[in-house]
């Protein structure tokens, strides 16, 4: 069974690092682009970050450019997203998702349960 | 960046009604569109891809058409389980954009 097993998350303040994980099972993780899409209480979808298979290309939200970074480590099946001054506009949960297919332009097909992430002072 | 619309904003349907939600895009994707499903306090989870594919294990009173700019999600005939959010999203170019998002209960 596909699975993505997501850890992180948590209270922080303004200005301060977080670092998500995402832990991929059931499918030959180097093969598949991976994405981290985030949503705001009470709010819409939002893509902010993903990464190919080989980890060559990273692509970002214009929002998150520069604060955060996205990674993966192939040998661990795991994809990571260090995010660093944060702001309070930065809250919501974040999902981590796996491409639907091997390449770079499809949609996401498998979601992780999402995690929670809370800027606030 | 590509922008994505969504109308209505929300719905209510009655069950055995047919649902229509449309998405437009700002340029031209082709059919670089899908359609997800978020029920409340879920995880998102993909309907159609390719403006107009069924996700493996998706109702086939779900169907999706268009290409280019202007899209739509149809349920043929909408059960108490597909009271949800919808979003629309483009995958032609980074960074990847989603509708606003239509939000559909049953009387």
């Known amino acids: 069974e596909v699975q993505l097993l997501q850890s992180g998350g948590g209270l922080v303040q303004p200005g301060e690092s977080l670092r998500l994980s995402c832990a991929a099972s059931g499918f030959t993780f180097i093969n598949y682009a991976m994405t981290w899409v985030r949503q705001a209480p009470g709010k819409g979808l939002e893509w902010v970050s993903s990464?190919?298979?080989?980890?060559?290309?990273?692509d970002y939200a214009d929002s998150v450019r520069g604060r955060f970074t996205i990674s993966r480590d192939n040998s661990r099946d795991t994809v990571y997203l260090q995010m660093n001054s944060l702001r309070a506009e930065d809250t919501a949960v974040y999902y981590c998702?796996?491409?639907?297919?091997?390449?770079?332009?499809?949609?996401?097909?498998?979601w992780g349960r999402g995690t929670m992430v809370t800027v606030s002072s | 960046d590509i922008q994505m619309t969504q109308s209505p904003s929300s719905l209510s349907a009655s069950v055995g009604d047919r649902v229509t939600i449309t998405c437009r895009a700002s340029q031209d994707i082709s059919d670089y569109l899908a359609w997800y499903q978020q029920k409340p306090g879920k995880v998102p989870e993909l309907l159609i891809y390719d403006a107009s594919t069924l996700q493996s294990g998706v109702p086939s009173r779900f169907s999706g058409s268009g290409s280019g700019t202007d899209f739509t999600l149809t349920v043929s005939s909408p059960q108490p389980e597909d009271v949800a959010t919808y979003y629309c999203q483009q995958y032609k170019s980074v960074p990847y954009t989603f509708g606003p998002g239509t939000k559909v209960d049953l009387k």
């Open positions: 998702a796996k491409y639907r297919r091997s390449g770079t332009y499809y949609p996401f097909d498998i």
């Open positions: 990464i190919s298979g080989t980890g060559s290309r990273m």
